[in-house]
């Protein structure tokens, strides 16, 4: 008999397609994993514990850091925290404002992680495809606040300035351009045979599991959970539009990646109901003071962001800075659960796993 | 006897000079196909639209240093490019650009080309294996496991071909096909010969042994410099080597009205290569249980049943 023993393998942090600083402990028996313990905390800045030197409003752009590829929703989270904290109410036009920065922003984030999901599986071209249209998104962002990546657009009370001149048009451009291109990529990548040879039944998350793990977003709504915040417990003025959940049936990676692209007809669904229907009036109340006192006490408030559900907790001592602020990210509970989902599984897969539960390392780490 | 090796030596260069311009011509469309199919430019700073970016990029490999990482085995480590690199540029012995221009015709060209053109493999298992490095050692076993197992799907479409022309030469190959090319008799031959052919040269979709994303460069990890200009020269040498031994089991080689024989056999050949650079931006990766499978359930029975339908047309016209 040949002696044979298993090899460990160190996948990251500096690995191309890790999707960020993930370190992944890999036990392998040829190319089976036997084991992955996904080891993290490279990108860790101290987000929680600065915050508690700051004012609230200086918080707001530590937020844009968490998860980078969509600023915008964590800006909302945020926000909208302190909001709920310090009683303060939002005209009307700012709430429409903040859903239509919120779901392009969703578009964003998705586009990134489909097109880095076709990336893992070696489809190079649909990565670039997908930035090209993220490229019209940022470009509509930097129209509206001037940053391209961390915004810092939205304020308490509302947002920091209102719509530009043409951006409504510009935005409804958008809408009718990305429409067919949806149908396209579902072509290209989805649909594609080896795509979904690689994708389908790998890395099955069952429904147990992924409400035991805490799992949220397209990851558990892939597995057949209709769980959306924007629907289940609505918050700013999602009631008022009509749009669907899509669900996925077997968890597997294929499944997620369908149900970011389905998310994103829907994003561009609501866009358009938002656009169609925005009321003149105040983008920002004004009555809110410059130096924000809230009153003393705790909140807790949740969104749903593209991973899933963030949150922030928020503890007031009724001074200008807050006590604690601690973040619930929704990244960090989908990658727990790569331990469970990998051991059987080959190291190509691991690989579409990790880019399907889509980690944003800025949120996970903190 | 100095005459002949003096022969022999310009000969050698001839081929060299020939396969280094069909290289350089080749990334430099490897870079604009996959630019055009993205929607991107690509190269367009050195020279016309980019032309001279490949000379730039080889005085680049030549200059650069060369990092030997520690732990190594070394002697391995240095001559695996060039035991990689040599084969597949030998195999252009038995490869007639036309009518007389063939550097030796031999009576088992067929065979020589198949015969040295995997020796290229030994390169990279010898790449993988003194690397010391995890990545570069799964990317040398899956070389192996690939090369071994499509060799024989691509050895049996080449089968029919030999039987239908009765001779392992490859300048019989091309004047057998002057009535018609092979490809309108052995369509599904043709076909499984171009997918082991891209199986063979570590292409997209098999180009597992060197997954980037999975295994960052795969066998070439630790490899820089020159050393790494020849792995990737060889896997473009072998593309086109394969790609021109298409054109002449299947594409009639040389044959072609009003332009010059050589002319035919750049144009079908280049054709050929521009499909396998616009596979690879194009298809996704297998997974390696996958590429078995397609090879032993898929390729080889079809194989076969090609070899014994093209037996029994023979037979029976």
Not at chain 1, 33 to 54: M, Q, T, W
Not at chain 2, 106 to 129: E, H, K
Not at chain 2, 245 to 255: D, E, P, V, Y
């Amino acid at each position: 008999m040949i002696k044979t023993e298993e090899l460990y393998l160190n996948v990251g942090p500096q690995h191309p397609s890790t999707h960020g600083v993930l370190r992944v402990i890999v036990k392998l028996d040829g190319e089976r994993i036997v084991e992955a313990k996904p080891d993290i905390g490279y990108l860790h800045r101290n987000f929680e514990k600065i915050c508690e030197s700051r004012t609230y409003t200086q918080v707001i752009p530590f937020t844009d850091r968490l998860d980078y590829p969509s600023s915008m929703v964590n800006n909302l989270a945020y926000s909208m925290t302190v909001e709920k904290l310090a009683g303060i109410t939002v005209p009307k036009r700012a709430e429409y404002i903040r859903v239509i920065v919120a779901e392009l922003n969703r578009i964003a984030s998705h586009l990134l992680s489909f097109g880095a999901s076709g990336m893992d599986a070696g489809a190079f071209t649909i990565f670039l495809y997908c930035f090209r249209e993220r490229e019209f998104i940022v470009d509509l962002f930097e129209m509206l606040c001037g940053a391209r990546l961390t915004y810092n657009y939205l304020r308490f009370g509302g947002v920091s300035q209102d719509l530009p001149e043409g951006f409504i048009e510009k935005t409804k451009e958008f809408c009718n351009y990305f429409k067919p291109k949806i149908d396209e990529y579902e072509d290209f990548l989805l649909n594609n045979y080896i795509y979904s040879q690689r994708a389908k039944n790998v890395g099955i998350l069952k429904k147990e599991n992924a409400l035991s793990y805490g799992a949220s977003g397209p990851v558990l709504r892939a597995c057949g959970v209709k769980y959306d915040l924007r629907k289940d417990e609505p918050y700013s003025v999602y009631n008022e539009f009509d749009f669907d959940i899509p669900v996925g049936k077997n968890g597997d990676c294929w499944d997620r990646a369908k149900v970011r692209l389905e998310e994103m007809r829907q994003s561009v669904r609501i866009i358009e109901q938002a656009l169609e229907t925005i009321p003149d009036g105040e983008y920002l109340n004004s009555q809110v003071p410059r130096l924000l006192k809230p009153p003393v006490g705790d909140v807790y408030h949740h969104i749903e962001s593209p991973r899933g559900e963030l949150g922030f907790y928020i503890v007031s001592d009724g001074s200008s800075r807050p006590y604690r602020i601690k973040a619930r990210s929704p990244a960090f509970s989908n990658l727990s659960i790569i331990p469970l989902i990998s051991p059987g599984l080959l190291i190509a897969d691991l690989i579409i796993i990790i880019g399907s539960l889509d980690p944003c390392f800025g949120e996970i780490d903190r | 006897m100095l005459l002949s090796l003096i022969f022999i030596i310009i000969q050698a260069l001839i081929v060299f000079a020939i396969v280094g311009a069909a290289v350089a011509v080749t990334l430099y469309s490897e870079i604009k196909v996959a630019s055009h199919v993205q929607s991107k430019l690509g190269y367009m700073r050195t020279g016309w639209h980019g032309s001279l970016q490949g000379i730039a990029d080889m005085i680049k490999l030549l200059l650069k240093e060369e990092i030997l990482p520690g732990k190594i085995d070394k002697l391995i480590f240095l001559i695996a490019p060039y035991v990689a690199f040599l084969p597949v540029f030998l195999s252009f012995i038995a490869i007639p650009l036309g009518p007389g221009l063939i550097v030796k015709d031999l009576n088992i060209g067929i065979l020589y080309f198949l015969a040295i053109s995997s020796v290229g493999a030994i390169g990279i298992i010898m790449a993988g294996w003194s690397s010391y490095n995890k990545y570069s050692l799964i990317g040398g076993l899956r070389s192996t496991a690939q090369v071994i197992s499509y060799e024989i799907p691509h050895l049996l479409s080449i089968l029919p071909v030999i039987m239908l022309t009765g001779s392992l030469s490859t300048v019989s190959i091309v004047n057998a096909q002057e009535k018609v090319w092979y490809i309108f008799l052995q369509p599904l031959g043709f076909l499984i010969y171009f997918i082991s052919t891209l199986a063979e040269c570590n292409r997209t979709p098999f180009d597992l042994p060197e997954a980037e994303s999975e295994l960052v460069s795969g066998y070439h990890t630790e490899y820089s410099g020159m050393r790494f200009g020849l792995f990737f020269m060889a896997e473009y040498t072998h593309v086109i080597a394969g790609c021109a031994m298409a054109t002449i089991l299947f594409l009639g080689g040389w044959r072609g009205v009003f332009l010059p024989p050589f002319f035919w056999f750049l144009l079908k050949t280049s054709f050929l290569v521009f499909i396998v650079l616009l596979l690879r931006w194009t298809l996704p990766r297998f997974r390696m249980d996958q590429h078995m499978y397609l090879n032993w359930y898929i390729l080889l029975p079809l194989s076969l049943f090609n070899l014994i339908i093209t037996g029994l047309g023979i037979l029976l016209f």
